[in-house]
């Protein structure tokens, strides 16, 4: 099946500073990829969706300022989280969809973990 | 609006026995349902979809989903449940917009499973 990769896998940062965290698809393309977080024992909460060579689309009450998203490539899309601070601590998880695996089928990464001191 | 609603929040099963989680989804047309199963600080991996056709549907790992169209529900099964089944299981339901596709997911279920 189709693999994705995150990086880092976990990452501890002081308050104020911005952090980027780069999602891949490896065997694949992906026209689009998708951000998520993920708070403790919570669901997935969509962030944003990716569109290679376009802008994203962010979900109500998601501040693209401080959630930067850039894919710039079929393979690459990164989260820039700025400025960042305690409440942004959280588990990023991206997703990639494959098209011709059937109504947008979407394969996820390992997942980040934001730690804001 | 679409939703999907898992009505366990954890669910505690002996290793060896049969297991059924409840997936119930709101859809104004034929729905794209998935299960997917996240294990800790992991991320999700999908078991297996629904698009069309045969409304039972095989996935990995010995699972297999039902599709039942007058119940709205995608219930996940499997016959008997090893050890390494404990784990978080999110249903989700496809939600096709203008210019693109979205994936709602439920609350999770989380699984537990005794010796």
């Known amino acids: 099946g189709a693999v994705v990769s995150q990086h880092p896998s976990r990452v501890i940062c002081k308050s104020g500073t911005s952090v980027k965290i780069e999602c891949r698809s490896l065997?694949?393309?992906?026209?689009?990829m998708f951000w998520y977080r993920q708070f403790p024992k919570q669901s997935l909460m969509l962030m944003a969706t990716?569109?290679?060579?376009?802008?994203?689309?962010?979900e109500q009450g998601v501040e693209k300022d401080k959630f930067l998203i850039n894919h710039a490539s079929l393979t690459l899309s990164t989260l820039t989280v700025t400025s960042a601070h305690p409440e942004d601590s959280s588990f990023y998880i991206c997703?990639?969809?494959?098209?011709?695996?059937?109504?947008?089928?979407?394969?996820f990464g390992p997942g980040t973990r934001l730690t804001v001191l | 609006a679409q939703s999907v609603t898992q009505p366990d929040i954890h669910i505690t099963v002996s290793e060896g026995a049969s297991l059924e989680l409840r997936c119930n989804y709101s859809?104004?047309?034929?729905?794209?349902l998935f299960w997917y199963v996240q294990s800790p600080g992991q991320g999700l991996q999908l078991l297996l979809k629904?698009?069309?056709?045969?409304?039972l549907v095989q996935g990995i790992k010995g699972f297999e989903a039902e599709f039942k169209r007058s119940q709205s529900s995608f219930n996940l099964r499997k016959p008997s449940v090893h050890w390494s089944d404990a784990a978080e299981y999110f249903c989700?339901?496809?939600?096709?917009?203008?210019?693109?596709?979205?994936?709602?997911f439920g609350a999770g279920t989380r699984l537990f499973v005794k010796a």
């Open positions: 997703s990639a969809s494959v098209p011709q695996d059937g109504a947008d089928t979407q394969y």
């Open positions: 065997d694949f393309q992906a026209t689009t």
């Open positions: 990716s569109n290679e060579g376009s802008k994203a689309t962010y």
């Open positions: 859809y104004g047309a034929t729905p794209y």
């Open positions: 629904y698009f069309s056709g045969d409304t």
């Open positions: 989700a339901v496809g939600s096709g917009y203008t210019g693109g596709f979205k994936t709602i």
